[in-house]
């Protein structure tokens, strides 16, 4: 890992939407294997500093009139600075990140098996690597009875489950986790966090973030 002390730092980061401030100098560093959750209502810019670890959004330089070029903060994920793009291309095969909204990052019209199929080939696993990882995440999250299922099919919490398995195909060290159980029912949202418990048990040195 390219860190041994922490599984992601953030230190004086701000980022601004036009005239709204969602970041205002914020600092964060959170051991490699450690798990923890950003509680807070909406707006409060909890996907904005997902979005910065994962390398979804750009770390932001010169917004609030400091000097031009100037990255208002650091952002360091798995060790790498995110602001600098070499390091952030780097890194960014050992993330996971599942945006806010049901099956946001999937492709509707494909299986249940394709999706993870196709994020297992964008992480760089050939075709007998992509199978071999398969069938081991859709007997995990219980979705091997629907692998030629459509995803725009599924029911919400199946969706979620099946992003979980896109997001983990590729054996990240660190997962982010933004609302994954808004808009799912009781029981699909206590399977879906038994099994986030089932993978971290089973995988001590990964480091999970989660905001709700």
Not at 41 to 66: C, E, F, N, W, Y
Not at 73 to 94: F, H, K, N, S, T
Request: contains cysteine; charged residues 20%.
């Amino acid at each position: 890992m390219a860190s041994a002390e922490a599984g992601f730092s953030v230190s004086g980061v701000h980022h601004q939407y036009g005239a709204v401030c969602a970041l205002d100098g914020v600092d964060l560093t959170v051991a490699t294997g450690a798990s923890v959750a950003l509680v807070g209502p909406d707006g409060v810019g909890k996907s904005t500093l997902m979005a910065l670890l994962a390398g979804a959004k750009r770390v932001q330089a010169g917004a609030d009139g400091s000097e031009p070029g100037v990255a208002l903060g650091r952002v360091l994920a798995l060790g790498a600075d995110m602001a600098v793009r070499a390091e952030r291309e780097r890194v960014q095969p050992r993330i996971a990140y599942m945006p806010q909204g049901l099956g946001r990052n999937l492709y509707p019209n494909l299986t249940v098996g394709e999706n993870i199929n196709f994020f297992a080939r964008l992480f760089g696993a050939n075709a007998a690597q992509a199978r071999a990882r398969l069938a081991p995440l859709l007997a995990g999250t219980g979705l091997a009875p629907f692998e030629d299922r459509l995803m725009r099919k599924l029911s919400g919490g199946m969706k979620q489950k099946l992003g979980l398995c896109c997001a983990l195909v590729h054996d990240p060290d660190l997962l982010l986790l933004d609302e994954p159980t808004t808009g799912i029912d009781p029981l699909s949202r206590r399977q879906f966090w038994e099994l986030v418990d089932a993978i971290k048990t089973g995988r001590p040195q990964l480091t999970l973030l989660v905001a709700t």
